[in-house]
């Protein structure tokens, strides 16, 4: 059976793209990533899936109207024969008709452990409300922006000391170990909807991959409170 066409979405870096071309071009992998699309011009990621091989195409958002952007996004994907979309840090929002022909087809990473901190600026947020665990989710897109069905989580601890640069790099370090494996559970079947929820195969860990827990000092006698 051949595997299904994927179209990378970015609008940046492309750090999370470059990370599932690397595992697309390895033997076995059950997608082959056909697209990588930007709605920037000058996104860097540009240049790194050109370098891979991989075709491009840019489809520009700025100073058009929503259905102009998806009008021509529509035509590119059906041009590539595309059957999964995977966003990786795209920036722009996507109209619900545009979502609703990709049901159970669209991936989205986002850099928290979600339903916590959906939107922007995850690892400030992380870090002004103290959580002690942190991490980033691949899910299923539905219309409300970060809100839909989880199919895999990945979490880091929050360490005493950390910045907003030092949490960022533990999190994009799982980011690059989870999509590429959410990513493949999605192209060979493994995950289905039910109602609200993304059920991933059973033998695949329900869909966590977890990082090993930092060294834990006991506390000294003199420091521990009564
Ligand atoms: C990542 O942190 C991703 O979780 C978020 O946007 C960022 C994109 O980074 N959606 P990159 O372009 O993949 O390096």
Not at 20 to 38: D, F, M, Q
Not at 66 to 94: K, S
Not at 109 to 129: C, E
Not at 160 to 170: F, H, P, Q, Y
């Amino acid at each position: 059976m051949s595997k299904p066409r994927v179209a990378i979405l970015i609008s940046g870096r492309g750090s999370n793209m470059t990370a599932l071309l690397e595992a697309a071009a390895r033997p076995g992998y059950p997608a082959t990533v056909a697209l990588v699309l930007s709605n920037k011009a000058e996104a860097a990621g540009l240049e790194r899936a050109n370098a891979a091989g991989i075709p491009t195409a840019v489809v520009a958002s700025k100073g058009r109207t929503r259905a102009e952007f998806e009008a021509e996004l529509t035509a590119t994907l059906a041009q590539n024969r595309i059957e999964i979309l995977a966003l990786a840090g795209f920036m722009r929002v996507l109209t619900a008709e545009f979502v609703a022909i990709w049901t159970g087809r669209m991936l989205n990473i986002h850099p928290s452990l979600l339903p916590a901190f959906p939107g922007l600026d995850t690892h400030a947020r992380a870090l002004a409300a103290g959580v002690r665990l942190h991490g980033c989710t691949v899910h299923l897109v539905t219309p409300g922006v970060d809100e839909g069905p989880i199919v895999a989580q990945s979490a880091v601890p929050v360490l005493a000391g950390d910045t907003e640069s030092t949490l960022a790099a533990r999190v994009l370090e799982q980011e690059h170990r989870l999509y590429p494996a959410a990513l493949a559970w999605l192209a060979a079947g493994q995950v289905r909807l039910e109602g609200a929820r993304a059920v991933v195969a059973a033998n695949l860990a329900a869909g966590a991959l977890a990082n090993p827990l930092p060294q834990f000092a006991p506390l000294r006698r003199d420091e521990q409170t009564p």
